[in-house]
């Protein structure tokens, strides 16, 4: 008998107890009260500027992400990718051509996705884990992620999510047009809010102004 796929909706449950969610949504800063959104390519970079958008897309992630997790002793990356209810074999494959394996990678399990009406039949979101163990990796897969709709080599198509469990903060860079942090504490995100706040997405400034300096 084939060995079961775990159906969990718990996919955090195996790590400290931080975090009021049972996995991590596409949109952070809908779904959390501290959380501040970031513009990466910019408005006034032109979609037709592929690399001058992906490079400051980048430069920015990277500044960010390097600022935030400067004194974090554990990181985590998050990876999930869409699928049936058996996951992908080669949905880690991507991360080959980092210095991560998908043999470094724990399979946490699936989380079924209610609002999955664009797609035919039954889907499942399949998350992995594994720990960012030098810097660069960081940086390895922030590039992987922000040239996934810009057509830049190479690239994955699942979200991902790089988490301090220790400290209640996760990053989640969603394509070049920007990339939201969160934590559980507010105090947690207000230096970082001070510090590139000239990078904060423009449409979404009167929010975090209000969450931020009241």
């Not at 399949?126 to 030098?134: C, F, G, N, P, R």
Request: glycine share 6%; proline share 4%; charged share 30%.
């Amino acid at each position: 008998m084939a060995k079961a796929i775990p159906s969990t909706d718990n996919i955090l449950g195996s790590f400290a107890p931080v975090f009021p969610c049972t996995d991590f949504s596409h949109n952070l800063f809908r779904d959390w009260d501290h959380c501040l959104r970031f513009e990466l390519g910019g408005d006034d970079v032109s979609d037709s500027l592929r690399l001058r958008r992906f490079i400051q897309a980048f430069e920015r992630a990277d500044a960010v992400a390097s600022w935030l997790f400067r004194d974090t002793e554990e990181l985590w990356l998050l990876s999930s990718d869409y699928g049936d209810e058996k996951p992908r074999k080669k949905r880690l494959k991507p991360y080959k051509k980092t210095t991560l394996r998908p043999s470094d990678f724990q399979y946490l399990g699936k989380v079924f996705q209610e609002d999955s009406d664009d797609f035919t039949g039954d889907i499942y979101r399949h998350w992995d884990a594994t720990i960012l163990k030098e810097r660069w990796q960081l940086r390895e897969v922030l590039w992987l992620t922000l040239g996934a709709e810009m057509g830049v080599r190479p690239t994955v198509s699942a979200d991902i999510y790089v988490v301090d469990f220790a400290r209640g903060l996760v990053l989640h860079p969603y394509d070049d047009r920007g990339m939201d942090v969160a934590a559980t504490q507010k105090g947690t995100l207000v230096p970082l809010y001070q510090e590139y706040h000239d990078w904060l997405q423009t449409f979404r400034i009167d929010e975090m102004c209000a969450g931020f300096e009241g």
